[in-house]
T-cell receptor
Framework: GQSLEQPSEVTAVEGAIVQINCTYQ??????LSWYQQHDGGAPTFLSY????GLEETGRFSSFLSRSDSYGYLLLQELQMKDSASYFC????????????FGRGTQLTVWP | DVKVTQSSRYLVKRTGEKVFLECVQD?????MFWYRQDPGLGLRLIYF???????EKGDIPEGYSVSREKKERFSLILESASTNQTSMYLC????????????FGQGTRLTVV
């Protein structure tokens, strides 16, 4: 089966840096993805790590350590609009794989 | 832009009714998914389809069935709706390949009374 653990809530102030951790237990690992969901909105893709290391996309970076079954999403220069839920997900939407999500981390950014 | 469209944004149904949730994608994706989202539980996979007429159960298939007669359309069916199926239902689609991302519809908030 699949199991993903991430903190339920994180708070930070504008301009700060925040890290959201995700640990997973899964068979048939295809990679770790991150999605953002604003209240009332659909989840949207942020990043994907198939291999160990850091992937950077603007203010957001994602890290994966396959040997530790661990990853994190790093958000820098936080803005109010970053207040949202963030989900880690195992696998990708491929023919061979399914997409399993963690329970989500609610990030609140204060002014 | 990829578009995933769910037929209804809000739906209210009575206990015991048969309920159809429709999802259509316009990017010729092979893979389609149905999730339900509940507070504190995240997104849980109900069913997954990787081709027309092909489907696989997810984590919580009980009380649900699916239909994929055409590539662009993936339907979720609640055979006999119950109050514990009150939830937000999200459809997603994705192309084949490991280096892909899933695209979500806006969701259907279903209330069973």
């Amino acid at each position: 089966g699949q199991s993903l653990e991430q903190p339920s809530e994180v708070t930070a102030v504008e301009g700060a840096i925040v890290q959201i951790n995700c640990t997973y237990q899964t068979s048939g690992f295809y990679g770790l993805s991150w999605y953002q969901q604003h209240d009332g909105g659909a989840p949207t893709f942020l990043s994907y790590n198939a291999l160990d290391g850091l992937e950077e996309t603007g203010r957001f970076s994602s890290f994966l350590s396959r040997s530790d079954s661990y990853g994190y999403l790093l958000l820098q220069e936080l803005q109010m609009k970053d207040s949202a839920s963030y989900f880690c997900a195992v696998g990708r939407g491929s023919t061979l794989g399914r997409l399993y999500f963690g329970r989500g981390t609610q990030l609140t950014v204060w002014p | 832009d990829v578009k995933v469209t769910q037929s209804s944004r809000y739906l209210v149904k009575r206990t015991g009714e048969k309920v159809f949730l429709e999802c259509v994608q316009d990017m010729d994706h092979e893979n389609m998914f149905w999730y339900r989202q509940d507070p504190g539980l995240g997104l849980r996979l109900i069913y997954f389809s990787y081709d027309v007429k092909m489907k696989e159960k997810g984590d919580i298939p009980e009380g649900y069935s699916v239909s994929r007669e055409k590539k662009e359309r993936f339907s979720l069916i609640l055979e006999s709706a119950s109050t514990n199926q009150t939830s937000m239902y999200l459809c997603a689609s994705a192309p084949t390949g490991l280096d892909t991302e899933a695209f979500f519809g806006q969701g259907t908030r279903l209330t069973v009374v």
